[in-house]
């Protein structure tokens, strides 16, 4: 053991694409699939549950609590309930980040909304705005950097649960960490560190460039 190099380059090309379940592009996929569809999915309910909550504030403090209470509770616990449920699929794993990546989106929409100023309201209604195009064409812009930083924190936040996942065997990459522990072997281990953080460093920075695209002006205010 002690003459074990930390990484087997030669074992990461033998396992990479080696036509198994445990290779480690496979695991790769299973881990992009799973972190991305929860923020996915998490976005589709949260955006009309956001401005319901703008629409009617009264429903924004008690849905803010249970995300809140949900949030809360450890990834392994909720992947237990529902693995009474859903068994070992996915879905297990899927289900309960996106309630998860919910409880950062929905804020975010709430915010990012209320961000929008009274005047530009005012001003597209003026120009006959109806509410809809409102929405659509002036407030989810305006409100896009908010909704889009609670987007980057609920996306980098799925990336990293998944790999608990591997304690019910559907943890992607984790897999790799319980392989390594398991046989005292520690190069898994170091290439499903490496590709986690890979993974989000590198989804990050497509949000943020995709800011930068939605919102020209911001930047241009910033240079001004």
Do not use: K
Not at 9 to 19: E, L, Q, S, T, V
Not at 36 to 58: N, Y
Not at 120 to 125: D, E, I
């Amino acid at each position: 053991m002690t003459d074990e190099p930390l990484v087997r380059w030669d074992w990461i090309a033998r396992n990479w694409d080696n036509g198994g379940p445990t290779a480690i592009s496979a695991l790769l996929e299973n881990h992009v699939v799973m972190a991305f569809l929860p923020v996915l999915f998490g976005l589709v309910v949260a955006l009309p549950l956001g401005l319901a909550c703008v629409r009617w504030r009264w429903l924004y403090q008690p849905t803010a609590a249970l995300m809140n209470v949900t949030y809360s509770l450890p990834s392994l616990v909720l992947f237990s309930i529902f693995l009474s449920i859903t068994g070992l699929t996915r879905s297990t794993v899927v289900i309960p980040l996106t309630f998860f990546a919910l409880a950062v989106l929905i804020p975010a929409v709430v915010d990012g909304l209320a961000s929008v100023p009274d005047s530009v309201r005012q001003s597209a209604v003026a120009m006959g705005f109806r509410p809809a195009r409102r929405l659509l064409r002036v407030e989810l812009p305006v409100a896009a950097p908010v909704v889009l930083a609670g987007l980057r924190v609920a996306t980098v936040s799925s990336i990293s649960l998944v790999s608990v996942g591997a304690l019910i065997g559907q943890g992607g990459l984790g897999n790799l960490f319980i392989d390594g522990w398991q046989r005292q072997f520690y190069t898994p281990i170091v290439v499903g560190i490496a590709l986690i953080v890979l993974l989000a460093v590198l989804a990050d920075g497509l949000l943020v460039l995709a800011q930068r695209l939605l919102t020209p002006w911001s930047r241009a205010r910033r240079t001004a």
